[in-house]
């Protein structure tokens, strides 16, 4: 990043002060409750607001916890079930921030992740009816330059920044729109009741389905009149630390992927089931759109990847193959027509091709398919239909010995605290939530709710990585509107990239000691972009969680 990009006072960093960690949002009431405690002590005591014992017990002595080195003790008060506002204090006098017991206690957060997409709407005004405080003028408006063929302008306004900065990525957002409508797949009432307070709210659509729609009305516009689809939509560079609606910079188109065109088709499948519920005109045009784009691919059948052309800084989302990506693209149109073409040609996928089936991300996108077969397929094979289903069950049941493993609760190995490793935390919640779908057992339910506990403050930071929810949540992401706007307290609901044991840009290696252990290397920092960035990938994954826990706890 350039320095010269923006200038800001730098932050006075923030140190967790207490030893006692808790998800500071709160437990629902019939859910396991567990806090973590890094000092030596044998008693613990939740007490209510007035200081009085609600519930005591003894702690559990874990013992060293690999990546954050602290010796660790346990406090499980699942079997306090009342409601109301609580804190945790040990027989040593060290004490929690506040946390609720209630069956609304994820409804704020849930809230908060689900709106930060559409703070994140590029191309138009952010009102403050809707906004509040962080309404600001339309942006990204004019024509776009198509950048092989300076001769082409397009409409290309519309959909979400994808990240910290103002560009539009075409598989970054094919993967965060497929966990949103995942969510809404398998949990549709944690949806209905919602109300965010967007443009669209009080039609007769969900709220969270109006916002999907507003990005994929921008991938519509990046689809060819072929099919092919072109990669992304930015500038030439980054924007300096500015608001939307200052950045004028040339936008541009750039090339066709295969990648881009296989996940477009596969979402706008997807999407397809999902809309016919509420508006079939539209779901016929996704559905229009998806085949026009297979078809593209059925006539491109070699790999069209992508890398920034020279001139070009701006974010790239290169992939090495897209067989991932065109397996992902049969199976969703396969679950949506029943053509047997399109099942044959993800058998044949799976034959010829090696990928893991659980993988959910933009980068592998594997596990979508597999997901929607499981779940949508409508005369699959029973041979590949077992397959999917016991992979994700071996999956969870490997992530479920990691966080076993784990002081604080967390499904990883010592390799996963990387950039953006609170997307590791969110997807393999998403894997802990499908393996117990598959099995309705409950095996798994305990685990999805620790990955949440962890993101919102049982980790050994103490952050809760997502803004505004918790007493000590992060404040300063990597995320231009968030520091150019001026306003102390971040825009709600941005889930923070998180600890990262190879801190790559400059801020990070400064502040960040190279014997830290990996679970705390992270700083709530605006300029430490690989320990601190937002992506609307990053907040999708925990869109599904809490939709998931808010609707089995629900009353």
Request: glycine content about 6%; overall charge negative; some cysteine.
């Given at each position: 990043m350039d320095k010269t990009y923006f200038t800001r006072k730098m932050p006075q960093l923030r140190a967790f002060d207490?030893?006692?960690?808790v998800n500071q949002t709160g437990y629902h009431k019939n859910r396991r409750k567990i806090a973590v405690i890094k000092s030596e002590c044998t008693q613990f005591y939740v007490k209510d607001e007035c200081g009085d014992i609600k519930y005591k017990s003894e702690v559990s002595h874990f013992g060293i916890d690999t990546d954050s080195q602290d010796d660790v003790y346990i406090a499980d008060f699942s079997l306090l079930c009342c409601e109301g506002t609580f804190y945790i204090e040990t027989d040593t006098k060290k004490r929690s921030v506040k946390f609720e017991i209630s069956d609304s206690c994820c409804d704020?957060?849930?809230?908060?992740?689900?709106?930060?997409?559409?703070?994140?709407r590029c191309g138009t005004e952010l009102k403050a009816e809707h906004a509040g405080k962080y309404s600001h003028p339309v942006c990204h408006c004019a024509s776009a330059v198509e950048w092989s063929d300076r001769d082409i302008m397009l409409d290309v306004s519309g959909g979400w920044h994808d990240a910290g900065d103002y560009g539009r990525y075409v598989t970054a957002g094919a993967c965060a729109l497929a966990h949103i409508l995942f969510a809404y797949r398998l949990f549709p009432e944690a949806f209905k009741s919602q109300k965010l307070n967007?443009?669209?709210?009080?039609?007769?659509?969900p709220d969270m389905l109006c916002e999907c729609r507003y990005e994929l009305d921008w991938l519509l516009k990046m689809q060819k009149s072929d099919g092919g689809v072109y990669h992304k939509a930015t500038t030439s560079h980054?924007?300096?630390f500015i608001m939307p609606q200052d950045d004028l910079g040339q936008m541009y188109v750039f090339d066709v992927s295969s990648m881009a065109?296989?996940?477009?088709?596969?979402?706008?499948?997807?999407?397809?089931?999902?809309?016919?519920?509420?508006?079939?005109?539209y779901s016929q045009k996704l559905l229009r759109a998806s085949v026009k784009s297979y078809q593209w691919l059925e006539q491109n059948p070699d790999f069209i990847g992508f890398e920034?052309?020279?001139?070009?800084?701006?974010?790239?989302?290169?992939?090495?193959?897209?067989?991932d990506n065109r397996f992902w693209a049969a199976s969703e149109l396969f679950c949506t027509t029943g053509d047997e073409k399109y099942h044959t040609d993800m058998k044949n996928s799976l034959q010829q091709h090696s990928f893991p089936v659980f993988a959910l991300g933009y980068g592998c996108t594997s596990g979508l398919g597999a997901f929607s077969y499981i779940f949508?397929?409508?005369?699959?094979?029973?041979?590949i239909l077992q397959s999917f289903r016991k992979e994700f069950v071996v999956a969870a049941e490997r992530f479920a010995a990691l966080a076993d493993k784990c002081g604080y609760g967390a499904a990883m190995e010592t390799r996963d605290?990387?950039?953006?490793?609170?997307?590791?935390?969110?997807?393999r919640a998403m894997i802990f939530i499908i393996a117990d779908k598959i099995e309705n057992k409950n095996r798994f339910s305990d685990y999805a709710c620790a990955q949440l506990d962890f993101l919102l403050g049982v980790n050994a930071t103490g952050y809760s990585f997502v803004t505004q929810n918790g007493e000590f949540s992060s404040n300063y992401p990597h995320l231009r509107p968030a520091h150019a706007d001026g306003i102390d307290e971040c825009i709600p609901g941005m889930v923070c990239g998180g600890p990262n044991r190879f801190p790559a840009d400059p801020d990070a290696k400064l502040l960040i000691r190279p014997s830290t252990p990996p679970m705390k290397c992270y700083a709530d920092d605006v300029g430490c972009y690989s320990l601190n960035e937002i992506t609307i990938y990053w907040n999708s994954p925990v869109v599904f969680l809490c939709a998931y826990i808010k609707e089995k706890y629900k009353n």
């Open positions: 207490k030893d006692v960690f704020k957060v849930f809230d908060d992740v689900c709106k930060a997409f559409y703070f994140l967007i443009p669209e709210s009080n039609n007769s659509m980054h924007a300096p065109t296989a996940d477009f088709a596969a979402i706008c499948a997807l999407a397809s089931r999902i809309y016919a519920e509420y508006d079939k005109k920034n052309p020279k001139g070009c800084n701006t974010g790239c989302y290169g992939e090495r193959d897209d067989f949508d397929a409508k005369n699959p094979d029973i041979d605290w990387c950039w953006g490793s609170n997307m590791n935390i969110g997807k």
